[in-house]
Nanobody, 117 residues
Framework: QVQLVESGGGLVQPGGSLRLSCLAS????????MAWYRQAPGKQRELVAS???????NYADSVKGRFTISRDNAKNMVALQMNSLKHEDTAVYYC???????????WGQGTQVTVSA
């Protein structure tokens, strides 16, 4: 069973920065697409950013130019650098691993990001 453990959430002022990290327990990390999703109160979970095993990235329009996703396959880690944070970025952020070979998704427990003055 793949386990994903997120860290790095917290309270930050508008315009500030946070870095989220996610550690995966299994070696399939290196062959999987990793992503960050978020869910704000009363809203559906949405894709924030993704990165394939080869390093190709994709971002939601709302975070382009402000957020950067990266991965370190040697450490089984994916990170999300969030800059110029806005109130509307407030949400629970979830790490996701998609193992394409078997078509399965795995999720972390989520980490709260609150952007407030």
């Amino acid at each position: 069973q793949v386990q994903l453990v997120e860290s790095g959430g917290g309270l930050v002022q508008p315009g500030g920065s946070l870095r989220l990290s996610c550690l995966a327990s299994e070696s399939i990390f290196s062959i999987s697409t990793m992503a960050w999703y978020r869910q704000a109160p009363g809203k559906q979970r949405e894709l924030v950013a993704s990165i394939t095993s080869r390093g190709s990235t994709n971002y939601a329009d709302s975070v382009k130019g402000r957020f950067t996703i990266s991965r370190d396959n040697a450490k089984n880690m994916v990170a999300l650098q969030m800059n110029s944070l806005k109130h509307e970025d407030t949400a629970v952020y979830y790490c996701n691993l998609y193992w394409g070979l078997v078509g399965k998704d795995y999720w972390g427990q989520g980490t709260q990001v609150t952007v407030s003055a």
